[in-house]
């Protein structure tokens, strides 16, 4: 079993910045992928960038060279910073985590980007 819980979301000026942090408990290996999804108003959710290892990461095309995500194994959390953000980047943002074939969300954040 895994709980996430996220941390960071907020109001942002167009290309402003904002980081993300999501901290997990429970049982937690360093094969298991962790991520941030998001999901926008009327959208579906949809994958922002994942990671295993610090060398195998994972981003959407929207925002590649925008957003970096980070992994402290030791502290068991997975980081977003979100650079250069724009109005359609606006939406609740939620921390994955893949156990044993099993996903497991956190409530998600709300990130607003708005002038």
């Known amino acids: 079993q895994v709980q996430l819980v996220e941390f960071g979301g907020g109001l942002v000026q167009p290309g402003g910045s904002l980081r993300l942090s999501c901290r997990a408990s429970?049982?937690?290996?360093?094969?298991?992928?962790m991520g941030w999804y998001r999901q926008a108003p009327g959208k579906e959710r949809e994958l922002v960038a994942t990671?295993?290892?610090?060398?195998?990461?994972n981003y959407a095309d929207s925002v590649k060279d925008r957003f970096a995500i980070f992994r402290d194994y030791n502290r068991k959390t997975v980081d977003l910073q979100m650079n250069s953000l724009k109005p359609e980047d606006t939406a609740v943002y939620y921390c994955?985590?893949?156990?044993?074939?099993?996903?497991?969300w956190g409530e998600g954040t709300l990130v607003t980007v708005s002038s």
């Open positions: 990671i295993t290892t610090s060398t195998n990461t």
């Open positions: 994955n985590c893949n156990h044993s074939g099993t996903d497991y």
């Open positions: 429970g049982t937690l290996y360093s094969i298991n992928p």
